[in-house]
């Protein structure tokens, strides 16, 4: 299984930026995805996830209101929608599936965000 995260770029607080996760490698019935963010020296946390069957997802508290998740079936990408975006956004943002657990990463796309 490989995923290729992009999207990531330079924006000024308050814009919008939509991230994309290609996947590519295997059937992706069973799947959950899920996009996390890290800044250096601190622990990788949990954006948001997505069944890739189901379409159900979860937003973390912490983005609730500004970020979604969302998945295309015909190109086997997701996506992560982020608005209002602020300076503590600055990270690099990671996507990852797995069946019971993330067993794959993507390489992380770095996003940065500018008062």
């Known amino acids: 299984v490989q995923l290729q995260a992009s999207g990531g770029g330079s924006v000024q607080a308050g814009g919008s930026l939509r991230l994309s996760c290609v996947i590519s490698g295997r059937t992706f019935s069973g799947l959950h995805l899920g996009w996390f963010r890290q800044v250096p020296g601190k622990e990788r946390q949990f954006l948001a996830h997505?069944?890739?069957?189901?379409?159900?997802?979860t937003i973390d508290e912490s983005v609730k209101g500004r970020f979604t998740i969302s998945r295309d079936n015909t190109n086997n990408t997701a996506y992560l929608q982020m608005n209002s975006l602020k300076p503590e956004d600055t990270a690099v943002y990671f996507c990852?599936?797995?069946?019971?657990?993330?067993?794959?990463w993507g390489q992380g796309t770095l996003v940065t965000v500018s008062s």
């Open positions: 990852a599936v797995g069946a019971a657990s993330y067993d794959y």
């Open positions: 997505i069944g890739w069957s189901t379409r159900i997802s």
